[in-house]
């Protein structure tokens, strides 16, 4: 297994040298210029973008890093897209504990006094009509109040002042963390770090059972102990080669509006959140922001790694046709659901077992072995050539739905499902075309090798 990246720099130099990086030299503003650039490339490559010059600062901001597979084959160190997967459910189910060191290259500049999070670091404001800048590739870390031990995730976070933010706990384990501290009536010690390596970054969104401490996961995931370091005004553990760290504290019982902010879901989300105090800002030497734009490829492509890695073997046990399952898109509420057929019926079954078993996707296209379901022209065109509305379309109404999905009405959505499975009869009217696997093969291999 070849050693993993330490942090997010070296991980960008080595897509450097794969050339899979689109450097802009062109001077523009964290104030929606640099949003609209991520956008705008996220619908025309598949590059990982990074911008030299941002107006009002010195710091680099990297985006659109896990763009394509490439960049997650390149962070799991083997060869192909197609072993992404297999390679991160095989190495999940390991544990790693991190080790702890005194000092680290986290801890270059030291900030306590006079902070001013804008004026430190390039936070993106990204949607026209988003509340202010937000941070929406930080991942938050604290402490169990009851055992002590330490829970992180990605959570949406607003700019509201210098030394003020907004803070969206929506899910476990930050948001049980958060419910015992203000039951005591405590504020809870929060650490927020951007920038990095990508496994640990990966670990961050991957679901932990009570009890287990994300940063073994991510140890296991790399191969290697995560190094940290302790916090400065927290009991916080902080990774030892972070780009930059904001310490600070939850206030007990308070809460304001945050947002509007334009989520991965692709629209606008207000709620009413806890607010925090940040009292400590420390980072590297020539730092590096990690900018993740919300509603790009990248959102799908992370988030359905982690969730197909830790749901296939449940519906493979339920469903022991189904072969492969893929979240499409960019939010992930589209499964395509690839099934060696054995019965005609077998397509409408598998729909309506997936309707309970992937309670997140909204739509089920179900296709066969011969379609990829990691492709979604190959999805599209199963969806032409082998469905027909009057008899492989299934709908159900009345079910829990997105808090990311404006359409859902009190909580409820109706969802739908797609047979795009050929009829096990006049099999030859529905044979795709293709050169033959032979040639494929052979031209793939010296493609791959040249």
């Not at 449940?314 to 992930?332: C, D, F, N, R, Y």
Request: aromatic share 6%.
């Amino acid at each position: 297994m070849p050693a993993p990246y330490n942090d997010l720099r070296s991980f960008v130099k080595a897509l450097a040298r794969r050339r899979e990086i689109l450097k802009i030299d062109v001077e523009l503003s964290p104030v929606f210029e640099i949003a609209a650039a991520l956008r705008h490339l996220d619908r025309r490559n598949d590059k990982v973008v990074l911008f030299n010059k941002v107006k009002g600062h010195t710091v680099p901001v990297v985006g659109n890093l896990f763009e394509n597979y490439r960049s997650l084959a390149e962070a799991f160190g083997v060869k192909s897209a197609r072993e992404v997967s297999d390679t991160y459910l095989r190495r999940s189910n390991q544990r790693i504990p991190p080790r702890v060191y005194a000092s680290g290259p986290v801890k270059g500049v030291m900030l306590k006094a006079n902070l001013d999070i804008l004026k430190t670091m390039p936070v993106l404001t990204h949607h026209e009509k988003d509340a202010g800048p937000y941070f929406s590739s930080a991942i938050t870390l604290a402490r169990d109040p009851d055992t002590g031990i330490r829970g992180m995730g990605i959570h949406r976070i607003q700019v509201k002042g210098k030394d003020k933010i907004g803070i969206f706990l929506g899910t476990p384990p930050l948001s049980r963390f958060l419910a015992l501290a203000d039951a005591r009536g405590q504020p809870l010690e929060i650490a927020i770090v951007i920038g990095v390596d990508p496994l640990l970054f990966l670990a961050s969104i991957t679901f932990a059972p009570e009890g287990i401490d994300k940063f073994d996961l991510a140890g296991g995931l790399r191969g290697k102990p995560v190094e940290l370091v302790k916090g400065e005004t927290v009991n916080v553990e902080v990774p030892r080669h972070a780009e930059f760290v904001l310490e600070g504290r939850i206030h007990p019982g308070r809460r304001e509006t945050e947002g509007p902010f334009g989520e991965s879901g692709g629209a606008y989300l207000t709620v009413q959140n806890p607010v925090a105090t940040i009292n400590c800002i420390y980072h590297r030497v020539h730092p590096v922001y990690h900018a993740l734009m919300p509603f790009n490829k990248e959102n799908g492509i992370i988030t359905n790694v982690v969730w197909e890695a830790n749901q296939f073997g449940k519906i493979k046990e339920a469903l022991p046709q189904v072969t492969k399952v893929h979240l499409m898109g960019s939010t992930g509420e589209i499964a395509a659901v690839q099934i060696e057929k054995k019965q005609d019926d077998d397509g409408r079954k598998v729909i309506q077992a997936m309707f309970q078993l992937v309670p997140r996707a909204k739509g089920i296209v179900v296709v066969d072995t011969d379609v990829d379901v990691m492709d979604p022209t190959d999805v599209e065109w199963a969806a032409f050539a082998r469905f027909q509305v009057d008899r492989g379309l299934l709908t159900v109404s009345g079910m829990p739905g997105s808090v990311l999905d404006p359409s859902a009405e009190g909580g409820l959505t109706s969802r739908w499902g797609v047979d795009a499975t050929k009829p096990l009869k006049d099999l030859g009217r529905y044979e795709r075309i293709s050169p033959p696997a032979w040639a494929m093969e052979k031209v793939k291999a010296l493609l791959d090798n040249a």
